[in-house]
């Protein structure tokens, strides 16, 4: 579940910005470029950011 989370908001991160990219007028294949780039720091992003804190995963359910 945590690792669809994290792909699909790199995936949506991604297209973000290959959008925003095409619509300043940028070509095609540089969208492609800055978009793929903007989808592998996300995923790094976004792993950190849903991770769960440590203290939860030491403790046993009572």
Do not use: K, N, W
Request: aromatic share 6%; proline share 3%.
């Amino acid at each position: 579940m945590r690792s669809a989370l994290v792909l699909l908001l790199a995936v949506l991160t991604g297209i973000g910005a290959g959008v925003l990219l095409r619509l300043a007028g940028s070509q095609a294949a540089e969208c492609v470029l800055y978009g793929a780039g903007a989808f592998g720091v996300a995923v790094g992003f976004f792993d950190r950011l849903v991770a769960v804190p440590a203290e939860e995963l030491s403790e046993t359910p009572s």
